[in-house]
């Protein structure tokens, strides 16, 4: 971990697509910052960047898209400026992700129980010496039996009988066990959670969040979990990042982005979750569709949705201001509160005053 205590910083991160009418930035400008064992929620509505986020630390990006400009300092190192070979020794076993669709992401020629084996295999988790086991070793059947007790951690029943059999064998639900299991290898400090519940029902979701809660209270694994789901975030996460246009517009704690949102976006979002107790009749969704990120003005992107809107909303880039202690707000209704001298080492976790 670096001098300050972080395990993970991102600093104006843009990451763009080269398309018929120009570069379009799916994730501009973005940074923060995650402390270890630390659970931060990324939330937004689809196609505001938070997939395309966690796919730039890793350096996934596929080709013509590119990691225009910013730094992804994990414990110190830009991972941005790593040699491919030293930055297939962090993926995977320092930072591993979970993909939002297990059905796609697991290869359906191969049982789970290889698929798991692999990752051990790939980053020498278990070699001794150098070299793969043979299949009849004794360092195989350690193999195997690391792959059994990751599949009993993530709670999948008769792990031996399992590890032989294949992906459609298994329930959604299974599946996303098993790529939980894949994640969970070779111990990484970091673990990318991307809409991990997103294909299963309320049940088999509420089991997925227990097991990565379980995780990270057990492992000390940080976690960013990125989701569409404001109501999963605040019941899951720690501290909150709201993306809208490929841009954080707020973040803060649990209670300062539920209990005290300051952004119209952030609002809007909350207004969409029915609440049992709420004197509401109805449900007041955001007006408007998702902007074009290929014509966006120099200025705030919601403001056509916005019912706040005022004429220097589109003047010019709007900055994150401090609107309390750890919580930032992009939008010009904050301007008074901190306008001048504003810069990300002044809001970042343990240096507020």
């Known amino acids: ?17 080269p ?13 923060l910052s995650l402390d270890r064992g630390e659970i931060l929620g990324m939330v937004g509505e689809s196609g505001c960047g938070k997939s395309v986020t966690m796919l730039s630390i890793l350096r996934l990006i596929s080709s013509p898209g590119r990691i225009a400009s910013g730094r992804v300092l994990f414990q110190g190192r830009n991972l941005l400026g790593l040699p491919g070979h030293e930055m297939r020794r962090v993926k995977g076993r320092e930072i591993a992700m979970v993909f939002q669709d297990p059905q796609t992401t697991m290869n359906p020629a191969f049982t789970v129980g290889e698929q798991i084996r692999e990752s051990l295999r ?17 360092g195989a059947r350690a193999e195997k039996e690391r792959v059994c007790q990751l599949l009993a951690e993530v709670g999948i029943s ?23 299991a894949i994640a969970l290898a ?13 294909s299963l029902d ?47 517009v707020e973040m803060g704690s649990v209670d300062d982005i539920i209990e005290s949102a300051q952004h119209p976006y952030t609002r809007g979002l909350l207004s969409c979750i029915p609440r049992i107790s709420s004197r509401r009749t109805r449900i007041e969704p955001i007006p408007g569709n998702v902007p074009d990120l290929a014509s966006l003005g120099p200025g705030c992107a919601f403001v056509p949705r916005c019912a706040q809107a005022r004429s220097d ?15 930032l707000s992009r939008c010009v209704l904050h ?11 002044d809001t970042l976790p343990g240096e507020m005053a």
């Open 202 to 248: 309320v049940t088999i979701q509420a089991q997925i969040m227990d097991l990565l809660r379980r995780i990270n209270q057990e492992r000390g694994v940080a976690i960013i979990l990125v989701t569409h789901n404001l109501d999963l975030a605040s019941e899951f996460c720690g501290r909150i990042a709201v993306m809208y246009a490929g841009r954080i």
């Open 335 to 345: 301007a008074g509160q901190r306008q001048d001298g504003w810069s990300w080492s």
């Open 186 to 198: 070779c111990q990484p400090q970091l673990l990318l959670a991307d809409e991990p519940t997103t």
């Open 19 to 31: 398309t018929r009418r120009g570069l379009v930035p799916a994730v501009s400008g973005v940074s």
């Open 1 to 17: 971990m670096d001098a300050n205590g972080r395990l993970l910083e991102i600093e104006d991160l843009t990451t763009v697509f």
């Open 313 to 327: 909303c589109e003047a010019g880039p709007v900055p994150l201001f401090t609107v309390g202690p750890g919580h």
């Open 122 to 138: 790939i980053h020498h988790v278990m070699e001794d010496g150098g070299g793969i086991w043979p299949l009849w070793s004794s």
């Open 158 to 180: 008769s792990p031996a009988d399992r590890f032989n059999e294949y992906p459609h064998q298994f329930s959604g639900g299974m599946q996303q066990r098993a790529l939980i």
